[in-house]
């Protein structure tokens, strides 16, 4: 079962180390902790709305972007859904 | 500044009330105790990740189509970024 905590945090992860930032860096302009950072990006911690929209703001992204991208790579794993199709109809 | 857990807690309480169900069945079928997915649709709790997906699957909704509607409802609140345009460039 994909957990949206995981998604999150490889969102973030990747945006960060895309702008060839460190933990540190983006912590300290966050203003949360470098290990509670680190832990929503291992997906080990679920970011609370308010802190989620500071580490955004950190690396200015719009939540709403990452929120896609998390759609995104959650939807690569749920199960579709299926439709029964009557190949005997007219 | 917009909170995830607003527009997920809307999300859900719309999804349930559109399929015209009542808080303690949704509850009951997520394992979830009344009073917290209350306080979720309201935007007052933090859903971990993984009530979230019981709370989806009680709903019979998908998880990235919940984040869907939550990153178009919050982009909507979002400041837009401006790109300056020179227009006396040739």
Redesign the interface.
Known sequence: ??????HIGSALRAARTTQGRTLRDVARQARVSLGYLSEVERGQK?A???L??SICMALNL????V??E???Q??LH?TP?LTVVDTNAA
Chains 1, 2 share one sequence.
């Open positions: 079962m994909e957990l949206m905590r995981t679920e609370s709305s308010e989620l929209n719009n939540l709403s972007s929120l896609v998390v759609a995104t959650i939807k749920e859904v």
